[in-house]
């Protein structure tokens, strides 16, 4: 998906996005970066960033267009 072709890009129709509280969510796009050793829970140190439901960026993909990976490439 080219960005040029998508009216009113924001990450809540991105593909990448995962609601978690009204207007705020997770940004899948790439794997969770180290966000510090302060929690002993391992799995609290790692995190997705989080972004505005009304933001967006330059990796923007719209959801309704996704392609699911696992298909395209065993077809
Ligand atoms: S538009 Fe960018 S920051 Fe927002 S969810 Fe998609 S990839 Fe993440």
């Given at each position: 998906m080219n960005i040029k072709t998508h009216q009113n890009p924001t990450c809540e129709g991105c593909t990448y996005y995962q609601a978690q509280e009204k207007n705020l969510g997770a940004c899948h796009r790439f794997p969770p970066s180290f966000a510090g050793?302060?929690?002993?829970?391992?799995?609290?140190?790692w995190k997705f960033p989080l972004v505005s439901a009304h933001n967006w960026c330059g990796e923007f993909r719209a959801a309704t267009l996704g392609v699911d990976l696992t298909t395209a490439l065993t077809t």
């Open positions: 050793d302060s929690s002993p829970i391992d799995s609290h140190r």
